[in-house]
């Protein structure tokens, strides 16, 4: 009989470590597969993401700063993305009136359109990969999901996360630049 690998032990003998591996590998086939839907429309991952924290904040858009947290990047990862994403025309930031150093993106007409065409199917999608996971199996998953973000990232509801007095990307972009 084959010797088992540390891996297969591993998976044997500990659950954590278990769950984490399946999570990683599941992940990454799903985020592989959604990238290969939003791309057949012409925009990226981390750019369908900013589409929907956008569309999720409302007219009054976000700050760049809020946006990062929500995809739980830096702000010089959310700065090049809405760069580009503002020269497409699906986004465009404007000056807090009273606290010039607060920058808020706000989706255009042609960005709400894209997300609203890409959002269905995007659902679809996920439903169609998960199809094969009973109703209890996916609320499992979800609640599993759920308690480990809330432990090392916080919850999800926009707000209540924190809000800073100024758009620290905003003030990041300028320090670069001087």
């Given at each position: 009989m084959p010797r088992m690998t540390e891996t297969e032990q591993l998976l044997l003998e500990n659950p954590p470590f278990r769950a984490w591996?399946?999570?990683?590998?599941v992940y990454n086939v799903l985020?592989?597969?959604?990238?290969?839907?939003?791309?057949?429309?012409?925009?990226?991952?981390?750019?369908?993401?900013?589409?929907?924290?956008?569309?999720?904040?409302?007219?009054?858009?976000?700050?760049?700063?809020?946006l990062s947290?929500?995809?739980l990047v830096t702000c010089g990862n959310i700065t090049g993305v809405v760069d580009r994403m503002?020269?497409?025309?699906?986004?465009?930031r404007e000056r807090q009136s009273d606290d010039r150093r607060v920058v808020r993106a706000l989706l255009t007409n042609e960005g709400e359109t894209l997300f609203r065409k890409i959002r269905p199917e995007y659902q679809g999608l996920v439903r169609d990969l998960?199809?094969?996971?009973?109703?209890?199996?996916?609320?499992?998953?979800?609640?599993?999901?759920e308690r480990l973000?809330?432990?090392?990232?916080?919850?999800?509801a926009p707000k209540m996360w924190p809000q800073p007095a100024a758009d620290e990307c905003a003030q990041e972009k300028k320090g670069d630049q001087e």
């Open positions: 591996l399946y999570l990683a590998r985020a592989a597969k959604l990238t290969d839907l939003v791309e057949s429309h012409g925009i990226t991952g981390a750019q369908y993401g900013v589409l929907r924290c956008i569309s999720d904040a409302g007219p009054e858009g976000l700050m760049l700063s809020d947290k929500r995809l503002e020269q497409a025309g699906y986004l465009r998960m199809a094969d996971l009973s109703p209890a199996e996916i609320e499992g998953i979800a609640v599993g999901c973000h809330e432990r090392w990232v916080g919850p999800l």
